[in-house]
């Protein structure tokens, strides 16, 4: 996921609010003031209508530029702007004042300049500009809140995904250096065998890149991938290990994370039948059960009240992508099956997409 950080410019242009909505709200408030102060008016109706029409327009001028003011100092918080309105509650209703009484006397000769009259003007209009301020203040302050989460959540996700590639990217180095000395012997020994163990590591690690480029991929996949390291693991282990699929077929396009059956494959390799004498048995068992896809991994061991490191590592890691993908619909659980043997199961969602794919 590539997330682009919003700049400043613009997540201050969306907390003011500076869009349709904002315009139409905008003239429709002025124009439903405007409309009763005109019903308010004294004197005939061509004097009230322009009166009427130059108090609320400057209004509605001086109000749009204390918004202007605010976008272009970044004021956004509500202690910033808290200043700046209450001046603007005081001095716009007199530029509203002073506009209604010269459009009265310039135009019509007609002086309202009666104290009480335009004391009575002035209040009106502290009380409308006040109103406007208020409601602007409460939508601007919900607006950068939910800004606020909306980018909290962004960058949580990004945290997220980048956490997930983390985990899915891990490979143990074990494994590969075991592979190497096993292919050093067998150059001396049996060349063609050689080959075929260089065939197998190059497509698993070939699958390896693969896996970091996608979110899930399907069964069929990467039991393919499980067949090429569990085949590796047995140049080392030749007779001591032991391997057996038990596929239904309708589950074999079920998707699910990469690697992750690799993992648990690994895991019982390495802490089950690699401690093992005699060696044993890794089995894979997979069906679809009720819309989800449930997957066995069981080896020939026994499970530890205090398991190595390395396994609570892979294992805790496979659970972590898991509920990163899926959350509470998929698990995955490590059980003794009987005296000598440990289960691994997957049960995840056969639909679930995860993150993407």
Same mark, same amino acid.
């Given at each position: 996921m590539h997330g682009r950080t919003s700049t400043p410019e613009k997540s201050q242009a969306a907390q003011i609010g500076g869009n349709k909505a904002y315009y139409a709200i905008q003239l429709a408030a002025w124009s439903l003031c405007g409309i009763l102060q005109y019903v308010l008016s004294p004197g005939s109706s061509a004097v009230s209508v322009v009166t009427a029409a130059a108090w609320?327009?400057?209004?509605?001028?001086?109000?749009?530029?204390?918004?202007?003011?605010?976008?272009r100092r970044r004021l956004n918080a509500v202690q910033q702007l808290v200043a700046p309105f209450a001046i603007a509650a005081l001095v716009i209703p007199a530029a509203m004042n002073a506009a209604l009484l010269a459009s009265s006397t310039l135009l019509f000769h007609n002086s309202i300049a009666v104290m009480h009259v335009v004391l009575a003007l002035y209040v009106r209009g502290v009380l409308v500009?006040?109103?406007?301020c208020a409601v602007f203040l409460t939508a601007n302050e919900a607006n950068r809140r939910r800004m606020a989460e909306t980018e909290? =959540? $962004?960058?949580? +996700?990004? #945290?997220?995904?980048?956490q997930f590639r983390a985990l899915r990217s891990q490979l143990n180095p074990h494994f590969l250096f075991n592979c190497l000395n096993s292919l050093r012997e067998l150059?001396?020994?049996?060349?063609d065998r050689a080959k075929q163990v260089i065939d197998l590591l190059s497509?698993?690690?070939?699958?390896?890149?693969?896996?970091?480029?996608?979110?899930?991929?399907? =069964? $069929?996949?990467? +039991?393919? #991938?499980?067949?090429?390291?569990?085949?590796?693991?047995?140049?080392?282990?030749?007779?001591?290990?032991?391997i057996r699929f038990d596929i239904d077929p309708q589950s074999l396009e079920a998707k699910l994370p990469p690697m992750l059956l690799q993992t648990l494959a690994e895991n019982g390799v390495k802490h089950g039948i690699a401690r093992l004498p005699a060696g044993g048995e890794l089995e894979v068992v997979s069906q679809v059960q009720q819309g989800s896809l449930r997957v066995e991994v069981t080896n020939t061991g026994t499970l530890s009240t205090a398991p190595h490191a390395s396994s609570a590592l892979g294992l805790g890691n496979a659970r972590e992508r898991l509920r990163m993908m899926y959350g509470e619909c998929a698990s995955l659980i490590l059980t003794a099956k009987d005296e000598n043997r440990v289960c691994a199961t997957v049960v995840l969602p056969v639909r679930s997409k995860g993150l993407g794919s």
């Open positions: 609320c327009g400057t209004g509605m001028l001086g109000t749009h530029f204390l918004r202007w003011y605010a976008n500009v006040s109103v406007w909290a =959540l $962004r960058l949580a +996700l990004v #945290a997220q995904v980048s150059v001396d020994e049996d060349r497509e698993l690690l070939r699958y390896t890149l693969r896996a970091d480029r996608v979110e899930t991929v399907s =069964l $069929r996949e990467e +039991l393919r #991938a499980v067949n090429d390291y569990l085949s590796l693991e047995k140049v080392r282990f030749e007779d001591r290990l032991h």
